[in-house]
């Protein structure tokens, strides 16, 4: 057998219910969608999605999903304590990742899905170098309860917090054996960052995904980033699934589609922007910059109240749809 075909055989392809947040459905309806899409994995990556933690629910969840034969992965959010999205009113960080073992181990996950923050930790007082020392401080703590559940903590470059070199050294610095990441491509383009150089650097340590495409271009002020649906953006998914396909062909290539109307402005012309990013590598950056330089503005028309939950769906299926059809031609 070749190996495009082994590659075939192994890639699962997912949904991250986060895409479809806006639903507020049971995890029994978010399962059912998820079968009607075809999708092999349905990826809870917040406990709040679960629709409540208590045992005997989560053993009906499990008991569901394999009926459906669908698969489950889950996850948590911030794990940093110094980070402005940590939810302290829930707990320590120890206290939280364990809390999330218990829940996956109840539901046969491999991993749990967490993250450090976004990207405004980036310009607070030590930068993101604090928060990234902060967490790997909280990692150590959860080691030994972490391994002896044969899990993983899958840590996301989340919403700005780190590029891929940065988590990479926070994995290796943690310890590779129980922490891996959740590789966003979507993600990479709020730290400057082209989503093949996040795949390239961070596929060894993959154990999860969160996949969606993004559209840069040139503006006045500096580059500006919008997320869209798979196939609509510039920065090239189709090659990225391919690579992904390639390089991570035991890991779940899970969609996270947050399509947003309009863009995040980067003013990369101004000195003082610049706080907070002052290790990214020249080369890389113009990986990026290339990106938005063949770029054209793309504005959505936001879509009216009435519309909204059909439209959320919309993009989701329309990225199935494209996602799985490149995944057939390997």
């Known amino acids: 057998m070749g ?61 569901y999903a394999a009926k459906a034969g669908m698969g489950l992965e889950l996850g948590m959010t911030s794990i940093c304590p110094s980070s402005t999205m940590f939810k302290a009113d829930q707990g320590k960080a120890e206290d939280q990742i364990a ?76 310890g590779p054996e129980f922490v891996g990441c959740t590789l966003d491509s979507g993600n990479a383009t709020w730290t400057l ?21 993004s559209i840069l271009w040139r503006t006045a002020e500096g580059i500006a980033v ?7 953006g ?13 390089l991570c062909p035991d890991v779940t290539l899970s969609l996270e589609i947050i399509s947003l109307p309009a863009p995040r402005i980067f003013k990369v012309n101004d000195p003082e922007f610049w706080k907070g990013f002052e290790g990214v590598r020249a080369g890389e950056f113009m990986r990026f910059l290339k990106l938005a330089e063949k770029g054209k503005e793309s504005i959505a028309v936001p ?13 989701l299926e329309a990225s199935y749809r494209w996602t799985r059809e490149v995944l057939d031609t390997l």
């Open 3 to 63: 190996a495009a075909a082994q590659t075939k055989l192994k890639l699962k392809l997912g949904v991250d219910v986060f895409s479809i947040r806006s639903q507020n459905w049971t995890p029994f309806q978010y399962i059912d969608y998820c079968a009607r899409l075809k999708a092999e994995v349905c990826f809870f990556s917040e406990l709040r999605f679960l629709g409540g933690i208590e045992p005997e629910h989560l053993k009906g969840v499990k008991e």
């Open 234 to 246: 510039n920065v090239g998914m189709e090659e990225w699934v391919r690579n992904f396909a390639r």
């Open 226 to 232: 919008r997320w869209v649906r798979m196939g609509a």
């Open 99 to 174: 809390r999330s073992v218990e829940v996956a181990q109840i539901l046969g996950a491999k991993f749990v899905r967490c993250f450090l923050g976004r990207g405004e930790d980036r310009k607070q007082g030590g930068g993101i170098e604090r928060h990234m020392e902060n967490t790997v401080v909280v990692l150590r703590n959860v080691r030994t309860r972490v391994m002896d559940a044969g899990l993983k903590l899958a840590i996301e470059n989340h919403a700005g917090d780190m590029q891929a070199r940065e988590l990479k050294s926070l994995i290796t610095a943690a």
């Open 303 to 315: 879509v009216a109240k009435e519309q909204a939950l059909e439209a959320e769906r919309e993009e």
């Open 193 to 213: 960052e082209d989503p093949h150089v996040t795949l390239e650097t961070l596929a060894p340590y993959a154990v999860a995904s969160g996949v969606r495409d």
